[in-house]
């Protein structure tokens, strides 16, 4: 977020650009508008999550790959924690041995993943799915990505 601010006695007048984002601003994040788009979120979020409850009482384990600010966002307002996610890999050593805020997830480096025999079904953020299957070494099943591709 950029945010501009100047005394309005100064007598300058926005920019054709702001003026035109403001209005865009005013059409577009109306609360019918924004009701919507929760109820989009709200759906996707609850799929998401009974595909990761399904997947459990299948006695299958889930892995997360990856520990963005906004998988965070996404399991603590979905309330998804550790009871159906295991853990998630990240490979940023500043992030690993410690948890996911709020839903405390464990997270953990790729060793991990490659220090089992067992098959693990993973979710994903959309953005890094396709480098995911080449770096691991034992196979690995992908359950679902989140968010979900458009």
């Known amino acids: ?14 920019s054709d650009n702001v003026t035109t984002l403001l209005e865009q601003e005013r059409e577009s994040l109306t609360a019918a508008k924004l009701m919507e788009f929760r109820g989009q979120v709200d759906t996707q979020i609850a799929a998401f999550r009974d595909t ?20 965070s966002t ?3 307002y979905g309330d998804i924690g550790p009871s159906l996610i295991e853990f998630t890999v990240d490979d940023s050593p500043l992030k690993q041995n410690k948890f996911t805020p709020g839903t405390h997830i464990p997270i953990v480096p790729k060793a991990h993943l490659d220090s089992t025999d067992q098959m693990f079904s993973s979710f994903l953020p959309t953005n890094i799915s396709t480098t995911f299957g080449r770096r691991r070494t034992a196979p690995i099943g992908i359950c679902c990505r989140f968010p979900p591709k458009r």
């Open 52 to 71: 990761l409850k399904k997947y459990k009482e299948s006695k299958l384990r889930v892995a997360g790959y990856g520990a963005p600010a906004r998988v």
């Open 1 to 14: 977020m950029q945010v501009t601010v100047q005394r309005k006695e100064l007598g300058v007048s926005p």
């Open 74 to 76: 996404i399991c603590n």
